[in-house]
């Protein structure tokens, strides 16, 4: 069911607290592919009703960024959310998220804004604002659909510690389900920014998985200097990488990690052309 209006969305909500179903939601910026089927298919399996937003989402975008050109194709996403059994695609416009008018600063709208310390390194270093728009609409998917669980997945992992720091903060009562990144065959992980790229950018693109899993080998036969591990990227880049950050973060608040162990996080983006891409490791299983 294709559904634009908050109003909608709250009534059949209704109807479904009336039956005592547990509810499931999965935000999306739509262009859906099989990383985010694998969120709809784990909110399908352990929830009665599945919710999938397809927004994208003007206030999380930079100054510069591409929200004109983001791929946007409902028609398929929709089709994908009804394969998989989905039973609301919510996609509303940013007159209906945001009201008459929308002016999006947060002069006139108000935010939710995410703790400084969780968002002045990795991508909230180079992308001021970014973390203060994703709370503030994945706040209000929160209060539109009154979910029990909420799919994230952890490729943008940064932004998946944030959203967590957030439910335990403002005290929601919702439950933040991780799911693993999905790669393909190569090791690339799956990204709708991947549309932009391609085929000889998505072979230069392997690199960032092709650091991270030589840092995790490196990590498992005893190396736990973070700085030698880092050392180690340098010989995978070229002239087609323009490397953004590769850290090795705490994996529950983001604290810098000098020595790696079991709950260090490597996180790395980089750029290809005008493409910038994103990944992350975990050196064990946190």
Not at 57 to 83: H, M, S, V
Not at 166 to 192: F, H, W, Y
Not at 257 to 268: E, L, P, Q, R, W
Request: one cysteine or more.
């Amino acid at each position: 069911m294709l559904i634009h209006t908050i109003a909608e969305v709250r009534e059949q909500v209704k109807e479904w607290r009336k039956q005592g179903l547990s509810i499931g939601l999965v935000p999306t910026m739509g262009a859906l592919h099989d990383g985010h089927k694998s969120l709809i298919e784990k909110s399908v399996e352990k929830c009665d009703k599945t919710v999938v937003s397809v927004f994208v989402n003007p206030i999380q975008f930079c100054p510069g960024e591409d929200l004109d050109k983001y791929p946007r194709t409902l028609e398929a996403d929709e089709k994908l959310c009804n394969d998989a059994g989905v039973d609301i695609v919510f996609a509303p416009s940013p007159k209906e998220m945001y009201g008459e008018g929308h002016i999006l600063s947060n002069d006139f709208l108000t935010y939710v804004i995410p703790p400084y310390f969780y968002t002045d390194k990795l991508c909230g270093k180079s992308r001021v604002g970014h973390f203060d728009g994703v709370c503030t609409v994945v706040n209000k998917l929160f209060n539109i659909v009154q979910p029990d669980f909420a799919f994230f997945g952890e490729k943008d992992r940064q932004q998946l510690i944030i959203l967590k720091k957030m439910v335990k903060d403002l005290n929601i009562p919702i439950q933040i389900i991780p799911c693993p990144i999905v790669r393909e065959e190569s090791g690339l992980a799956l990204s709708s920014r991947n549309k932009y790229l391609s085929e000889n950018d998505k072979k230069e693109a392997l690199v960032l998985s092709k650091i991270l899993f030589n840092i995790k080998a490196c990590y498992e036969k005893g190396i736990k200097d973070c700085k030698l591990l880092h050392e180690t990227a340098f010989s995978y880049l070229n002239e087609h990488h323009s490397l953004e950050y590769l850290e090795f973060r705490d994996a529950d608040d983001l604290e810098e990690k000098k020595i790696a162990d079991k709950n260090t996080i490597v996180f790395i983006a980089l750029k290809i052309g005008d493409v910038r891409l994103i990944d992350n490791i975990a050196l064990e299983n946190v």
